[in-house]
């Protein structure tokens, strides 16, 4: 009996301490970081080259480190890529590959850098977090030998990770994540045998982790908020942005509102591949963003979040737009295509008005007044109900109100940056067959609209004031993860590279060629199925990213 007695009033003294020493509030950072790339090569540099580039970026981020130590920081957020670059093939990438232990391990490399064999690079930013007493999250390569009773192995014998590591305040490695779904052109990695659920706690809040390409996928990403109920999402990532609805601090703004989640996103920055845009975003509305395609510069970004995160309340998104009545629109819909995606499209023709556009299951309810109608600008209400296979196979569910290119009706699915026309009130809703939606608001040259719009239990998207610049896109962006691998796939696939070939007859390429990167100037290509060869479409016309069939990335 005073045995049981005296554990329950040390358990008791233990929860006292803990929450003594828990936080409501925290500074969060993140480096939009500069990188330095190493000098294109198939051949492997030694490890004393790829040491010497890998150290130059982390002069970099040595520098942002210590800043946001000074103002106060907890943890800061640095790139994906961020360390040592990319363009690389498998080859190529290997003298910057480092073996990661396991976090349970319980290891300080700066106490003890060589337990793990050769690691300078996770020396230094252990020391670093240790020195600036901050949490610091990094991206870099994970190296782990196989052999053949692994039948999964390899044939060189290792397996090769796009991997994020955090280190805490004392220095000590407490998460290692493997990424999971690799972008099409990152062949030089292995994605693990099975989706990491990497989480760890601290004083101010229970931290999930995944990097880039993740977002856009259940595993893990949904897994982390729904099922292990972390506060907060650290986002690592290379994101090059693709207008209208996949710009990075648009869309990953909406995806911390849509999951009711702390969310800190830290890009590369490298304007000429569009890379820039990081932010540090809470459920209800972005707390700093940056979005820069003039300057070569790096940012660092801070600002106060809560630990826990306010409950919201839980939305039904097609509550609204079920008792909506749908009214034929005759013969005024009409369809064009956003990234490769043929969207059903209505012209909105007045200042104001109420508008409705229906494809497959899906049908998009607006009501809106503009501050004035223009006759230089055009906008439309579309929608999107089907499976994406372009550069990744995901299905969609997408209402969206946005500005047309031009006047001309068939530029409504073109990449737009600025737009003249401002709205005195807009609410948009869809009869979605998901719970996973994700509200976008972007204005005119990149910007956000923080605390200017809200969504209500019911599933609308409405503005709760004039917005303050013009707008590019009021979106709802959907995901059906469970009809990612549905039966009608092949049919889509068929459909998709159709479309891409009309396409290309669409952009004049009479040779049927394409940018090849690597190579740097004009090659004639064939078009292939979606999945052999992966395409983005540029505004000078198809741009190709890489291809496995050749082994480039």
């Excluded at 004049?508 to 394409?514: I, L, P, T």
Aim: proline residues 7%.
């Amino acid at each position: 009996m005073i045995m049981s007695q005296l554990l329950n009033y040390v358990a008791f003294l233990f929860f006292c301490v803990s929450r003594a020493d828990s936080l409501d509030t925290f500074i969060a950072a993140v480096y939009e970081h500069p990188v330095i790339l190493p000098n294109a090569t198939l051949v492997p540099v030694s490890p004393e080259e790829a040491l010497a580039v890998m150290n130059r970026n982390l002069d970099l981020l040595e520098g942002a480190v210590t800043s946001a130590s000074k103002q106060g920081a907890h943890i800061i957020v640095t790139p994906e890529d961020g360390i040592y670059g990319f363009n690389f093939t498998r080859e190529s990438i290997y003298p910057y590959l480092e073996d990661i232990p396991d976090p349970q391990e319980n290891w300080i490399p700066c106490n003890n850098p060589n337990r793990f064999g050769h690691t300078p690079v996770q020396q230094r930013l252990s020391c670093l977090a240790k020195d600036n007493s901050i949490y610091i999250v990094a991206n870099i390569g994970d190296k782990k030998s196989c052999n053949a009773s692994d039948p999964q192995c390899p044939p060189d014998g290792r397996y090769q990770y796009n991997t994020d590591v955090v280190f805490d305040s004392k220095g000590k490695l407490v998460a290692r994540y493997h990424k999971q779904n690799l972008f099409l052109s990152e062949d030089q990695f292995n994605a693990p045998k099975e989706p990491e659920v990497v989480t760890f706690n601290t004083t101010f809040g229970k931290f999930g982790i995944f990097t880039c390409f993740d977002i856009l996928f259940h595993d893990p990403a949904v897994t982390l908020v729904r099922d292990s109920h972390v506060d907060t999402i650290l986002f690592p990532t290379a994101w090059m942005n693709v207008l209208p609805h996949l710009s990075a601090i648009e869309f990953h703004s909406a995806w911390a509102m849509g999951m009711r989640v702390n969310f800190l996103a830290a890009n590369l920055h490298y304007p000429l591949k569009k890379m820039t845009g990081s932010g540090i975003y809470a459920p209800d509305s972005p707390r700093a963003f940056h979005y820069d395609m003039k300057t070569e510069e790096g940012k660092i970004l801070l600002a106060q979040l809560d630990s826990h995160p306010h409950p919201t309340p839980v939305v039904n998104w097609t509550s609204y737009a079920s008792g909506v009545e749908v009214h034929s629109m005759g013969n005024q819909e009409f369809t064009d295509t956003i990234f490769f995606d043929e969207f059903t499209f209505l012209e909105l023709k007045g200042i104001g008005g109420n508008y409705t556009v229906c494809q497959r299951d899906l049908c998009c309810h607006l009501s809106y007044k503009m501050s004035e109608k223009r006759a230089d600008e055009v906008y439309a209400l579309g929608a999107f109900d089907g499976l994406h296979t372009v550069e990744g196979s995901y299905y969609l569910q997408i209402c969206t109100l946005l500005k047309c290119k031009t006047t001309d009706l068939h530029t409504c699915g073109d990449s737009v940056e600025t737009a003249s026309t401002r709205f005195e009130m807009f609410s948009l809703s869809g009869t979605f067959g998901t719970q996973y939606v994700f509200p976008e608001v972007l204005l005119s040259e990149i910007q956000l609209a923080p605390g200017e719009f809200q969504v209500s239990s019911d599933g609308r998207l409405f503005s709760l004031k004039p917005t303050s610049g013009p707008v590019l896109t009021v979106t709802l962006f959907g995901r059906l993860y469970e009809k990612d691998s549905a039966p009608n796939a092949l049919s889509d696939l068929t459909t998709q590279a159709l479309r891409i070939r009309r396409l290309v007859s669409i952009h004049n390429y009479r040779s049927e060629c394409c940018i090849i990167p690597w190579r740097r100037k004009w090659q004639p290509t064939p078009v292939f199925l979606p999945g052999e060869f992966p395409w983005t479409e540029e505004p000078g016309g198809l741009q190709y990213m890489g291809s496995r069939r050749v082994g480039h990335d």
